[in-house]
T-cell receptor, first 110, second 113 residues
Framework: SQQGEEDPQALSIQEGENATMNCSYK?????LQWYRQNSGRGLVHLIL?????REKHSGRLRVTLDTSKKSSSLLITASRAADTASYFC??????????FGTGTRLQVFP | DTAVSQTPKYLVTQMGNDKSIKCEQN?????MYWYKQDSKKFLKIMFS???????INETVPNRFSPKSPDKAHLNLHINSLELGDSAVYFC????????????FGSGTQLSVL
């Protein structure tokens, strides 16, 4: 079964605006990861946050993790047209498998 | 230099045929994977190998057979292709375990007619 679900399924914004995507998962985890997938390409790892961390930054990306609510959010600040892609969260669920969420399709208009 | 490379990028074939997808990684990683992404972008793990040893085998039909000749290669052979096999297949690798970040290939778009 699907471990993570992203919300919203699709998001359209203007360049310069911030984009926030949420991920909810079902079981306890060791870590949670976010990936980006451009159309027709493979997934690219963005950031990994461990279960004992609450927030992590990488450039224009900010990830938060709330293990009590089993949820995470990815914030992209000052978005650019090049940020247009699908974004997936992935969790290990304390298993040896990395399970991906359903993805959020982000469209950034110039 | 492509870190994880898979071939072919596109594969169009008839039902009932047998086909293979090859994957190679030059990152020195111990673990390799096959994922299947359907038309709704749902990404599901199929297999995982660690140092040529199968460690994850999800409920995948027996028609799918992975083969790892060495830890840098993980190929996927599919027998008796069916319409439902149409999807994008991604190879990936990680340094040691699935708790680490994955490096993905660019995918193989399989279309079964």
């Amino acid at each position: 079964s699907q471990q993570g679900e992203e919300d919203p399924q699709a998001l359209s914004i203007q360049e310069g605006e911030n984009a926030t995507m949420n991920c909810s998962y079902k079981t306890s985890i060791n870590n949670l990861q976010w990936y980006r997938q451009n159309s027709g390409r493979g997934l690219v790892h963005l950031i990994l946050i461990r279960s004992n961390e609450r927030e992590k930054h990488s450039g224009r990306l900010r990830v938060t993790l709330d293990t009590s609510k089993k949820s995470s959010s990815l914030l992209i600040t000052a978005s650019r047209a090049a940020d247009t892609a699908s974004y997936f969260c992935a969790t290990d669920g304390n298993t040896d498998k990395l399970i991906f969420g359903t993805g959020t399709r982000l469209q950034v208009f110039p | 230099d492509t870190a994880v490379s898979q071939t072919p990028k596109y594969l169009v074939t008839q039902m009932g045929n047998d086909k293979s997808i090859k994957c190679e990684q030059n990152l020195g990683h111990d673990t390799m994977y096959w994922y299947k992404q359907d038309s709704k972008k749902f990404l599901k793990i199929m297999f995982s190998y660690n140092n040529k040893e199968l460690i994850i085998n999800e409920t995948v039909p027996n028609r799918f057979s992975p083969k790892s000749p060495d830890k840098a290669h993980l190929n996927l052979h599919i027998n008796s292709l069916e319409l439902g096999d149409s999807a994008v297949y991604f190879c990936a690798s990680s340094h040691r375990t699935t708790n680490e970040k994955l490096f993905f290939g660019s995918g193989t778009q399989l279309s079964v007619l």
